[in-house]
């Protein structure tokens, strides 16, 4: 199973540095630059802790749907005999590996601190603290949230994967969107849910591409 899910895996991750996809790399880092430098981080961070608990359990549900959706298509195709349904199955865990791999190679560099979360609103304007370096932060916080990342790797292979499917569609959309509000609200900074949502995008939009080559066009 597993040499199935990161069957081109490395090919796939090289994806990453390709023109188009640099080019958004770029885009992530100059749109965090502006939303820290301009305050606004810290304005969203001080304008929306209020509603903390709102936000709370997409750090749970980020964990667990990313598993659970893999797993029930896999399934499903088990039962129904639909090898379609399997290669997309696998598809879709690998695009939720490689946004969640990318997003732990810049946290490993960037090192970026997260805002306070659980116990009173900070007063000290941290939205700034950067620990640029090898491994100076940890792998589980930081800049960009890998919750997001997932999420939308997730939307977005099931989006190009299932034309047909509108609600299944919008459903995971406005499941990922959730997560990345949530995010946003509670462990992390609204520029780490939007570069984890650039990341996420690029990610699905990689597998998709290579998955619609393998299932030869036909919808599912």
Do not use: C
């Amino acid at each position: 199973m597993l040499r199935k899910i990161f069957r081109g895996f490395w090919k796939n991750f090289t994806g990453f540095f390709t023109i188009p996809a640099l080019l958004l790399h770029l885009l992530a880092i100059l749109a965090t630059y502006l939303l820290v430098q301009s305050g606004f981080d810290w304005w969203y961070y001080q304008s929306t802790r209020g509603i903390f608990l709102l936000g709370l359990p997409a750090g749970i549900i980020g964990f667990f749907v990313p598993i659970l959706v893999p797993a029930i298509l896999l399934l499903v195709s088990q039962v129904k005999k639909i090898k379609q349904l399997e290669i997309v199955a696998f598809a879709i865990a690998q695009a939720e590996v490689l946004a969640f791999f990318i997003s732990i190679i810049y946290k490993t560099f960037t090192g970026r601190i997260q805002p306070e979360f659980y116990t009173h609103l900070s007063n000290i304007d941290i939205s700034h603290d950067f620990n640029f370096g090898f491994f100076r932060h940890g792998i589980f916080w930081g800049w960009p949230s890998s919750h997001t990342a997932v999420a939308f790797a997730l939307a977005f292979v099931i989006w190009r994967l299932f034309p047909k499917k509108q609600l299944l569609r919008y459903t995971t959309l406005v499941y990922a969107l959730y997560i990345g509000l949530g995010v946003s609200l509670s462990i992390h900074w609204f520029s780490d849910a939007l570069v984890g949502i650039i990341v996420g995008a690029i990610a699905g939009t990689i597998i998709s591409q290579v998955t619609a080559k393998n299932t030869e066009g036909e919808n599912i």
